[in-house]
């Protein structure tokens, strides 16, 4: 068999069903008269929708939580990457400004992107 995980919702299923059906065996196999049935399932019902409460304010706070780390997670990535490409852009500018000065020290002329060539038409 399969290992599936279908989250809180599946195992909150799985508690109310298999609640229902321990409550249906009882009042199957305890001799009671029809008040005491009926009072009985009055009461397991009130405790179960109790119990599906809790458990469904739990996953939400679960839910609520996770997706607070996760948001503060994207955060803090989103703040590292944009200050990693600051420090690529300044590097980058210093890179280019020595670059320009360096020609300029050397007098380097220029070359045309499109062509390739010197400004005075020489290769």
Same mark, same amino acid.
């Given at each position: 068999?399969?290992?599936?995980?279908?989250?809180?919702?599946?195992?909150?299923?799985?508690?109310?069903?298999?609640?229902?059906?321990?409550?249906?065996?009882?009042?199957?196999?305890?001799?009671?008269?029809?008040? =005491?049935?009926?009072?009985?399932?009055?009461?397991?019902?009130?405790?179960?929708? #109790?119990?599906? %409460? &809790?458990?469904?304010?739990? /996953?939400?706070?679960?839910?609520?939580?996770?997706?607070?780390?996760?948001?503060?997670?994207?955060?803090?990535?989103?703040?590292?990457?944009?200050?990693?490409?600051?420090?690529? =852009?300044?590097?980058?500018?210093?890179?280019?400004?020595?670059?320009?000065?360096? #020609?300029?020290? %050397? &007098?380097?002329?220029?070359? /045309?992107?499109?062509?390739?060539?010197?400004?005075?038409?020489?290769?």
């Amino acid at each position: 068999m399969a290992d599936q995980d279908h989250g809180p919702f599946a195992f909150l299923t799985g508690l109310l069903v298999g609640a229902a059906a321990g409550v249906a065996v009882a009042l199957m196999s305890t001799p009671r008269s029809g008040e =005491e049935t009926i009072e009985l399932v009055r009461e397991r019902g009130i405790q179960l929708k #109790m119990r599906a %409460e &809790e458990l469904g304010n739990q /996953t939400l706070q679960m839910a609520s939580e996770q997706f607070n780390k996760t948001q503060e997670s994207i955060y803090s990535f989103e703040t590292e990457v944009l200050e990693r490409s600051w420090d690529v =852009e300044e590097q980058t500018q210093t890179e280019l400004q020595k670059a320009i000065d360096r #020609m300029d020290e %050397e &007098e380097i002329p220029l070359k /045309t992107p499109m062509t390739d060539r010197e400004p005075d038409g020489t290769s």
